[in-house]
């Protein structure tokens, strides 16, 4: 099976493509000539930088922002903001928090669960790349959106999100059922207590927001709508620590299918260093045919030069995925 294989579509459906592995193994220029080529066979395409230290940015030569940034025909780029991201999400909880009712100093400890509730909220980092992840998954306004994830334990803690998010929503709609239950019982005497209009509204967000949470985790867990491809070089660190990732992502039933395998030492060696390079490597690409046999396997060669702009990412993508002329077939829609 050729490594563009990996990727499928169904009509009307967008399809999620996270990118990960150890810093420094070369994720974000994978990420970017994969959503470059996917561009050039005219899908609509969006990447998304999950990592705090952007690159991506670098990679295209453009300046990217927050909201998504055209970068070519069909292409989209967007970098979530940690500070923006941050005053989105105090937004919010200031806002759930003016939907509480005027218990006043009746019942501090119940009030003061509820704030607790919010201090135990997930990363900001996570939360602010889930939400994306959502916002985006609603719609399916793009073919394809890719994940230019950071290094491999901050993106299992993203992956993670879901489960997290639906426990601590859960406790959320707990404590205010519980606010909302004392709010009405004490109504007739307390006319100034909370609108039970803006309550029941308060309920039916968070609701809405479990809803969201339990469809985007079956999304990630669904391999006709979400893949994932895992970045290597040929040392033992990146081969354990992707071998690692793989065993936890199993276990909440996200497979990775993809492994591509970064800076190889090519075999025309013409120098001692590079010969002694190259030997070794040869041993861990072995390793990495053992370890990951089940999964598709692709190369990229260690280039002399770096990777940077779109001439140099759309070689990275035909050595990836064939070449990407516009006259080729574009790539079927399943469904």
Not at 115 to 128: H, N, V
Not at 179 to 200: H, L, Q, T, W, Y
Not at 218 to 240: C, H, L, N, Q
């Given at each position: 099976?050729?490594?563009?294989?990996?990727?499928?579509?169904?009509?009307?459906?967008?399809?999620?493509?996270?990118?990960?592995?150890?810093?420094?193994?070369?994720?974000?220029?994978?990420?970017?000539?994969?959503?470059?080529?996917?561009?050039k066979k005219g899908k609509k395409t969006l990447i998304?930088?999950?990592?705090?230290?952007?690159?991506?940015?670098?990679?295209?030569?453009?300046?990217?922002?927050?909201?998504?940034?055209?970068?070519?025909?069909?292409?989209?780029?967007?970098?979530?903001?940690?500070?923006?991201?941050?005053?989105?999400?105090?937004?919010?909880?200031?806002?759930?928090?003016?939907?509480?009712?005027?218990?006043?100093?009746?019942?501090?400890?119940?009030?003061?669960?509820?704030?607790?509730?919010?201090?135990?909220?997930?990363?900001?980092?996570?939360?602010?790349?889930?939400?994306?992840?959502?916002?985006?998954?609603?719609?399916?306004?793009?073919?394809?959106?890719?994940?230019?994830?950071?290094?491999?334990?901050?993106?299992?803690?993203?992956l993670s999100f879901p489960e997290m998010m639906d426990?601590?929503?859960?406790?959320?709609?707990?404590?205010?059922?519980?606010?909302?239950?004392?709010?009405k019982a004490f109504k007739n005497i307390m006319p100034?207590?909370?609108?039970?209009?803006?309550?029941?509204?308060?309920?039916?967000?968070?609701?809405?927001?479990?809803?969201?949470?339990?469809?985007?985790?079956?999304?990630?867990?669904?391999?006709?709508?979400?893949?994932?491809?895992?970045?290597?070089?040929?040392?033992?660190?990146?081969?354990?620590?992707?071998?690692?990732?793989?065993?936890?992502?199993?276990?909440?039933?996200?497979?990775?299918?993809?492994?591509?395998?970064?800076?190889?030492?090519?075999?025309?060696?013409?120098?001692?260093?590079?010969?002694?390079?190259?030997?070794?490597?040869?041993?861990?690409?072995?390793?990495?045919?053992?370890?990951?046999?089940?999964?598709?396997?692709?190369?990229?060669?260690?280039?002399?030069?770096?990777?940077?702009?779109?001439?140099?990412?759309?070689?990275?993508?035909?050595?990836?995925?064939?070449?990407?002329?516009?006259?080729?077939?574009?790539?079927?829609?399943?469904?």
């Amino acid at each position: 099976m050729a490594f563009k294989d990996l990727f499928k579509f169904n009509k009307g459906k967008t399809t999620f493509v996270f990118i990960g592995g150890k810093g420094g193994v070369g994720k974000t220029t994978v990420s970017a000539a994969t959503a470059l080529w996917f561009a050039k066979k005219g899908k609509k395409t969006l990447i998304i930088s999950t990592d705090p230290a952007h690159s991506l940015s670098d990679s295209f030569e453009r300046n990217i922002g927050y909201n998504p940034t055209p970068i070519a025909e069909n292409l989209e780029a967007l970098e979530i903001d940690p500070d923006m991201a941050m005053e989105e999400y105090q937004a919010k909880m200031k806002e759930q928090q003016a939907l509480n009712p005027g218990m006043g100093g009746m019942d501090m400890g119940m009030m003061q669960d509820q704030m607790d509730m919010a201090s135990m909220s997930p990363g900001i980092d996570e939360a602010a790349a889930f939400d994306k992840f959502m916002q985006y998954m609603t719609t399916d306004e793009y073919d394809i959106v890719i994940f230019d994830t950071a290094p491999t334990g901050h993106t299992l803690r993203l992956l993670s999100f879901p489960e997290m998010m639906d426990s601590w929503v859960g406790k959320m709609i707990k404590v205010r059922r519980q606010v909302g239950s004392m709010a009405k019982a004490f109504k007739n005497i307390m006319p100034f207590m909370g609108d039970e209009e803006e309550e029941d509204r308060a309920l039916e967000d968070m609701e809405e927001t479990k809803k969201q949470i339990r469809e985007a985790r079956g999304i990630m867990a669904d391999p006709e709508r979400t893949s994932f491809k895992t970045v290597i070089i040929p040392e033992e660190m990146s081969i354990y620590e992707s071998e690692r990732a793989m065993e936890a992502l199993k276990k909440n039933n996200m497979l990775t299918d993809g492994v591509i395998v970064n800076q190889i030492q090519p075999e025309e060696a013409d120098c001692e260093f590079c010969q002694a390079r190259r030997e070794i490597q040869e041993k861990r690409l072995e390793m990495i045919k053992e370890k990951f046999g089940n999964q598709v396997i692709a190369e990229i060669p260690l280039l002399n030069h770096e990777v940077k702009g779109m001439d140099e990412l759309k070689k990275i993508g035909e050595i990836l995925y064939g070449e990407s002329n516009e006259d080729k077939a574009p790539i079927a829609l399943e469904g």
